[in-house]
């Protein structure tokens, strides 16, 4: 059986914290301890006992809710769960576990749930983040370009991050001019939304992490010119994942880039009303997607696919959406992915009747949405091409060390590049340290370091944006 403890040495080896964690590097217990040559005899003997003591195999009948389960003894896709580690949470969980035939379990006499700062009871009980991790990266190992697709040489993410501040700064440039231009009833200029967007890809295809850690900086007073240049960005992204061709990203950007445009012929007192709509206020926001749709034909040049982002980023796939209540795979591939990127965008960021929630929990809340809104496949491909911990998630370390996530591992991904603020959640560095998660520990069998939960960086007085705009200096 493989550990599911993780071990952490502070100077003498006898002194040991106990975490479940994913901070291991998978080994069967205890033969490679005893190979290791980190102790002797007796510290393994001692582990051993205490890691017996907290491992405890019991059978169906006598596991109750708050018990954490680590092993189930069985692959992922023969139980009803994300994974083999679980927090039995109520009764009826228990009850799939038996309708699967399972009789006994391995529980963590002594885990913890780890919780992150102003998370509900309800959120707590959702899949968790190492849930999440794992079913993705077992069903989706990393993508390798296609065959036949041009290789562009990649660069660091610092190199990239000062030229697509430029590429989001010509962006935001063009679509406040074509916003205005609609309002006034003029048609857009499509030549330069495909420039723009063309530098959008040639930024993602040398760094794909650089551009998308702009989306990060928000501001609800221009939240229209912002999130069109968002959900362009995401689109392209999870696009770049799937390893679309230029020209699929060069109509899916456009599309994207344009997709509220008709939000102009929607009354700005109804379009920026700080309280709830009234049905009649919002059956006139619902008509900005066929208003689009208009404006998009008048312009010229702008392709069919483009249209149908337009046409179906409110479509959802259990046909609750709108205009047309489309289901399934009646909604075209570019506005499945329009769908589930413009809600993530919309819930992560600041209205004026409203506050956005974090980058981490809008991941958690499209991921629980896809089991009725959205394409599962997509939704699960998405988090893989930003994280579950997006750049700019401010984490607490194993270590005790806080920092903000600078880059995405898109195989490992609990495993991005951070960057260290705090030493230890007290004293700061007096400058920032980036550190590699899969930096392995060289006193142990384990990781370095490791993420224990997500925190509220304004609890911290840490402006994440800030830190972000100096990354360049790194």
């Known amino acids: 059986m493989k550990t599911i403890l993780g ?22 217990w205890p033969t490679r301890l005893k190979k290791a040559k980190l102790m002797d005899d007796k510290v393994v003997k ?24 680590v092993d189930l003894g069985r692959s992922w896709t023969n139980h009803p769960f994300l994974g083999n580690q679980k927090r039995i949470t109520s009764p009826k969980q228990i009850q799939k576990l038996k309708d699967y035939g399972i009789q006994e379990v391995i529980i963590d006499a002594g885990g913890e749930i780890d919780t992150a700062p102003g998370l509900s009871e309800k959120d707590q009980n959702h899949a968790s983040r190492e849930d999440i991790a794992v079913s993705i990266e077992s069903k ?28 989001q700064r010509e962006a935001h440039s063009i679509v406040r001019n074509y916003m205005q231009d609609i309002r006034a009833g003029k048609n857009i200029e499509s030549k330069k939304v495909k420039l723009v967007v063309n530098q959008m890809i040639d930024s993602i295809f040398r760094n794909r992490d650089a551009l998308t850690s702009i989306t990060r900086i928000k501001g609800y ?6 999130h069109s240049i968002n959900v362009c960005i995401l689109c392209l992204t999870l696009g770049r994942h799937l390893n679309f061709s230029r020209e699929e990203l060069q109509q899916m950007g456009i599309g994207a880039l344009l997709h509220d445009v008709g939000k102009m012929k929607v009354p700005a007192h109804i379009l920026n009303k700080p309280g709830k709509v009234t049905e009649e206020e919002f059956a006139e926001i619902k008509k900005h997607t066929l208003n689009t749709l208009e404006v998009l034909g008048k312009a010229g040049e702008i392709p069919d696919a483009s ?73 699960e491909k998405f988090i893989q091409s930003i994280g579950i911990y997006p750049i700019g998630t401010l984490v607490q370390l194993d270590t005790d060390e806080v920092g903000l ?34 930096e392995e520990s060289k006193e142990s069998l384990y990781f370095k370091r490791s993420i224990i939960k997500p925190l509220d960086p304004l609890k911290w007085n840490i402006d994440v944006d800030q830190y972000l705009k100096e990354a360049i200096s790194l």
């Open 405 to 438: 996530v600078y880059s995405i591992n898109h195989e490992k991904l609990l495993r991005p590049k951070v960057l260290l603020i705090y030493k230890d959640l007290k004293k700061p560095y007096s400058s920032p340290v980036l550190v590699d998660l899969m």
């Open 140 to 167: 989706w190992p990393s993508l390798q370009p296609s065959p036949g697709e041009p290789l562009v040489k990649e660069i660091s993410f610092a190199q990239e991050l000062q030229v697509a501040r430029e590429v």
């Open 221 to 226: 007073d221009e939240y229209t010119f912002v």
């Open 7 to 28: 071990i952490f040495f502070i100077k003498n080896p006898f002194k040991t914290i106990f975490r479940r964690d994913h901070g291991r590097k998978d080994f069967a």
């Open 46 to 69: 001692i582990l051993g006992y205490l890691a017996k003591t907290m491992l405890k195999k019991i059978k169906i009948e006598e596991l109750h809710e708050g018990m954490m389960i």
């Open 307 to 379: 249209k149908q982002i337009a046409l179906q980023h409110h479509e959802r796939y259990n046909g609750k959406g709108y205009p047309y209540g489309l289901v399934g795979d009646q909604i075209s591939q570019f506005g499945q992915i329009a769908a589930i990127v413009d809600v993530y965008d919309a819930i992560t960021s600041d209205r004026c009747y409203k506050a956005g929630i974090p980058p981490h929990m809008g991941i958690k809340k499209i991921y629980e949405w896809a089991k009725s809104d959205f394409n599962q496949v997509l939704v």
